[in-house]
């Protein structure tokens, strides 16, 4: 192996590390969800490898991680996105990451629903923000 490759090599590693240990794994994903038929938005507690379901869509959360506070603000989480409905087979219609600084940068292509990350956060420190935010 020549030395540039090499270098390379652990260099890659270096910051393969830094970045794991950079972020913190939280064990809930908190996400907003926008029905564009009612203009209803709604807060999701998504429990990591957890599922919860918002109209026709079936959300999961395999992994969430936030930064540090000495860090800018950004939280991402890998979603498993899929929409069911009665009498047809399940469609997967996303399965990737989400960024909460970058919301459209990844997002859920659907009609009717928009899905984002909003933080992530541990289970006994999850302060639920208001159900609903559309000022009724």
């Given at each position: ?6 270098a ?48 026709t869509?079936?959300?999961?959360a ?13 939280n991402a ?23 909460s ?36």
């Amino acid at each position: 192996m020549s030395v540039t490759r090499r270098a390379l090599s652990l260099l890659a590693v270096a910051v393969g590390l830094a970045a794991s240990s950079a972020r913190a794994e939280e064990p809930t994903a908190v996400l907003q969800a926008l029905d564009k038929v009612t203009a209803r938005i709604s807060v999701l507690q998504v429990p990591v490898d957890g599922t919860v379901s918002f109209g026709t869509l079936s959300i999961t959360a395999r992994a969430c991680h936030k930064a540090p506070p000495e860090e800018p603000p950004e939280n991402a989480a890998f979603l498993e996105i899929v929409e069911v409905r009665r009498d047809e087979p399940s469609r997967v219609l996303f399965s990737g990451w989400m960024f909460s600084s970058s919301p459209g940068l990844s997002t859920l292509e659907h009609p009717v629903y928009d899905v984002w990350v909003v933080d992530c956060v541990s289970a006994q420190g999850a302060a639920a923000p208001p159900a609903d935010s559309s000022g009724e």
